[in-house]
């Protein structure tokens, strides 16, 4: 369905007069903001309280890293909400992201670093943190691409969508809150690739499964990190955070890929140490998800690839009646429980094989996107000298979209 | 160990080509340039090129790649920007004559596993390892103990101590990789033992302050390939560089920027083979860049290369972790 006259009521709220038309499956989107907000909420003021002292306790190592102090660890846990108790599991990493190098006899001027600092995570980090690498035919991206999708106007409550031209121009996200109630971001995470190893073959050969898939995300005020001198030691400190929103339109074997997962909140934060360091970090939690793989979807994309598509077309009425009975089981959980079943535990003790290891490899893979992503974004900011004289960025700063020279933007 | 004349007939092919790209670059010698990959942020198109050079008394094809990246930009407000770039020249120097070589292996972080077995650490970029060396002093050949075999010498040294050093260079990331038939999102992967013998000699070695307009300081080295005898050559050692030279330099600008050009250069391969020149030099030069992601990502942990105390322990020893 699409919206011909946007100033109508739709789905229950009010659509923005400048909104761009909504179609049915914004709407499948947008009828989920809302919850996955209250969501958020209640998962960030959890992770509030308990982030320093249960998470803390609970935390399991994630990644060797050798860049010292640079940090990481995982947890699993319960998260008692308000709502109930939630399984989650979740990351948190710390990374050196720039060190301006000047004499060391010179006084470094932390409210320029500052300045300098909140306008790149403020107005042109999501326009600059993905871009598409020198590869020629085979360009996939790299880091995270940033899109701007919808937005509610604090002052009239009206929902919108932004137009595709200005999908890009990632607003200032210290207008989320005096403009906007809300917004809506598309991030492309380029490169969530899961290898699969031979066991005990260290840089063997390897099956990929790329796991890319755009995810909804919601920010609001509350994720706005806009602070001076937050802490001793820290001059500054600059960021934001939203709360998934799933895709239900979205289908995929794998039910806890990105695109699915509900209940979900993250933030990117960076700070200037009173060093003259950045640092960034990242904070993710998410349910403990409750199956891996569906298997009727699987079996017929198995099936699909093998019979070049027809599978499905030929089979679909049985696709559709499985889909209604299939019993919650997933084949993944299934066969880790099997095999500690029959092996009295060992299976998880000497190879590693348990629900717990799954979960850490998951987190694994979040952590290794998000420090190669910081590592592309901190090249991209040590290019321009003063990230508040707009007069002298480049253009895709200002286009939020990387063009190589002598091509337009 | 390398026959010793093979590592001088190396040194001679690369110092001709040296040479001969110098003139290349003044305009003096001609090749047939192409983009190879478009511009990104931070670096310019990077061009392949064509030509025939006379090295080693004989005129061969050679092909190869240059490339030119942003590397870092002096700290600190405009006015600062006059000491900060004079300064950053010494660090500039500091870094690709002791620690660049060092540091072209990082390891990257990896899984932590909770099951007990024994940890080799994955490496990405490349892996320099000293091998043998001819004395400066008195002739004599030599070889590095394995134990130091990681912390390559500052190659200032070779104005000193060394007439030359042979590094045998490994690429552990290098990877051939291949989509599963019938799926955008599944491949297959298998890593490419690929490793060379490097020659390192003072006629390759770039230490120059106020090289040229606008240019403060220029800094780095040239590695010249020895190549192995025998079909080895044929199967294992990566990029075809049978004979060539590798440049790369650290430039400081005076606006305080500092970039990084690579120029490789190396024997054509028979013209039966021009099918697969163009995605070679591509892998090549986006390999390159990777390794130099990597390399810069080293360079930011320390915010003065000259203070001991602030550059991370593997690097002053040369133990990758």
Known sequence: MVTTNPAQATSGFTVDPGSAPLDAYDQVILGQVESQIAMGHELKAWWTENSDTLVRMNRVPIARQIHEPDTNYGFIMDAHLKSGTLPVVGVV?????????????????????????????????????????????????????????????????????????????????????????????????????????????????????????????????????????????????????????????????????????????????????????????????????????????????????????????????????????????????FSIDVLNTISAGLAAQEFGISRANLFKKFMNLHFTDVYKMYNLAASHFGMVRDWTDSSTLPAWATTGVYAPPGESS | MTPPNDVERAIAIGRDLNAWWTDVDAGRASVERFVLMPGFPGGDAVRGFFGDARAGGATERYMGCACDYFFDLAGGTAADLPQSATWLVDQAEEFALRYWLRSEAWALPEPYEEISRPVEREVGGFKNLMQAFKSRVDGLLG???????????????????????????????????????????????????????????????????????????????????????????????????????????????DTGEVRLRTVTIMRRSPAALDYFVMPLLCAHATHLRDQMLGTRGIWQQSNNWLDASTIPHWLLKGTHA
């Open chain 2, 143 to 253: 070889q590095f103990p394995a134990a130091i075999a990681r912390a390559i010498v500052d190659l200032r040294e070779l104005e000193t101590t060394y007439d030359w050093i042979t590094l045998r260079r490994s690429s552990p990331d290098l990877r051939v990789a291949m989509a599963v038939p019938g799926s955008s999102n599944v491949s297959l992967s298998a890593p490419l033992p690929a490793s060379c013998t490097l020659a390192l000699h003072a006629d390759f070695t770039v230490r120059r302050r106020l090289p040229g307009p606008g240019l403060i300081g220029e800094f780095g080295t040239g590695l010249s390939a020895v190549p192995p005898a025998g079909l080895r050559s044929l199967v294992r050692d990566f990029d075809f560089l049978q004979s060539g030279l590798r440049l790369q330099t650290l430039r400081v600008y």
């Open chain 1, 93 to 333: 990493q710390d990374q050196a992201f720039r060190w301006p190098k000047l004499p060391p006899s010179y006084a470094r001027d932390t409210q320029w670093m500052n300045a300098q600092l909140r306008a790149f995570v403020l107005r042109y980090f999501m326009r600059m943190a993905g871009t598409l690498p020198p590869r020629g035919e085979t360009a996939g991206g790299e880091g995270w691409g940033y899109r701007q999708m919808y937005y509610k106007l604090a002052a009239t409550g009206a929902i919108g969508k932004f137009p595709s031209a200005q999908q890009t121009l990632i607003v200032p996200l210290d207008e989320v809150g005096p403009k906007y109630s809300w917004i809506v971001f598309l991030v492309t995470i380029h490169q969530f690739d899961m290898p699969f190893n031979v066991p005990w073959v260290p840089n063997g050969p390897n099956v990929t499964l790329s796991m890319t898939q755009p995810v909804h995300t919601v920010m609001t005020p509350e994720f706005l990190l806009d602070e001076d001198n937050p802490e001793p030691g820290v001059t500054g400190r600059w960021g934001y955070g939203y709360s998934v929103v799933p895709d239900l339109a979205h289908r995929s074997a794998v039910t806890s890929g990105p695109s699915a997962v509900t209940n979900t909140i993250e933030t990117l934060s960076f700070r200037v140490l009173d060093t003259g360091e950045v640092r960034a970090h990242m904070d993710f939690i998410t349910p403990q998800p409750p199956r891996i793989v569906d298997p009727v979807l699987l079996a017929f994309d198995v099936a699909d690839r093998f019979s070049f598509g027809t599978a499905s077309k030929v089979f679909g009425p049985l696709k559709t009646l499985l889909e209604r009975i299939e019993p919650n089981v997933d084949p993944v959980y």
